[in-house]
């Protein structure tokens, strides 16, 4: 079976289960046990205390009985642990993981169907398309949060000044964004949701994105795929024949 490579083992146990900041060595058992019975494994350390002479050591022997895919989920949903979130250390073993084996992450929201939708549509917009595509990679990698969150806001824009013809920030363009839709013959009711998602999107990225590092991670992936369908919608109906029979 395919294994993370044991440099990288040795260093995420050493964090994971650091003597005074790490988990405890009844949390190894009891997750271990946990992703030993999820993935029909046989681990040497499933009972405490263990003939390890430590806790790293514990765990490390535990990690290798898994295959590649699930070290990866281990260590990766180890490292997320709330007792983590203040861990400088275990932030870096995340992101380590990421930049190493991104590979094994098995859950991607590139590959969900609004998602390919939305780059096939962005297809024309390609200063927009980059952002995005940049947006989702920085995503699925685990890192740069707040990163992720300023090349959707900047994508969006970019869209949004391609269909305008403009140079607006994209706060400033509610206006004619609001014109554009009336002349497309969006519903009354649906262009007014759209501007107001618009507005609150914007005030969002400015109060808890752009002066601000504490991202929540709960709420990136909702604002990706929101700014998705909004994109999306924008691009399709800005090719509808104008109602007033303007093209």
């Not at 046990?33 to 806790?55: C, L, T, V, W």
């Not at 009711?189 to 400015?206: A, G, R």
């Amino acid at each position: 079976m395919e294994k993370l490579d044991d440099t990288f083992l040795n260093y995420a146990c050493d964090v994971l289960a650091e003597t005074n900041g790490g988990l405890s060595g009844m949390q190894i058992v009891e997750y271990c046990n946990s992703y030993a019975i999820d993935f029909n494994r046989a681990i040497p350390h499933g009972s405490y205390p263990f003939e390890a002479k430590n806790k790293r050591t514990a765990l490390k022997e535990n990690l290798r009985i898994f295959e590649a895919s699930e070290q990866f989920k281990i260590i990766k949903e180890l490292s997320e642990l709330p007792e983590f979130s203040n861990n400088d250390k275990a932030h870096k073993v995340k992101q380590l993981l990421y930049t190493r084996y991104g590979n094994l992450a098995t859950k991607k929201i590139s590959e969900t169907e609004l998602i390919q939708k939305t780059i096939h549509w962005l297809g024309n917009h390609p200063t927009s398309l980059k952002q995005y595509e940049s947006a989702l990679a920085k995503y699925e990698g685990g890192i740069f949060e707040r990163n992720t969150l300023d090349d959707m806001r900047l994508s969006f824009e970019l869209l949004v000044k391609d269909l305008l013809s403009n140079n607006r920030s994209l706060e400033n363009q509610i206006a004619d964004l609001g014109s554009m839709l009336k002349s497309k013959g969006a519903s009354e009711e649906l262009k007014n949701m759209v501007l107001k998602i618009i507005d609150y999107y914007t005030k969002f990225q400015n109060n808890h994105v752009k002066h601000n590092d504490a991202v929540n991670s709960n709420e990136i992936e909702y604002v990706i795929e929101l700014t998705s369908v909004v994109m999306k919608y924008l691009i399709k109906i800005s090719d509808v024949q104008n109602t007033n029979g303007i093209s």
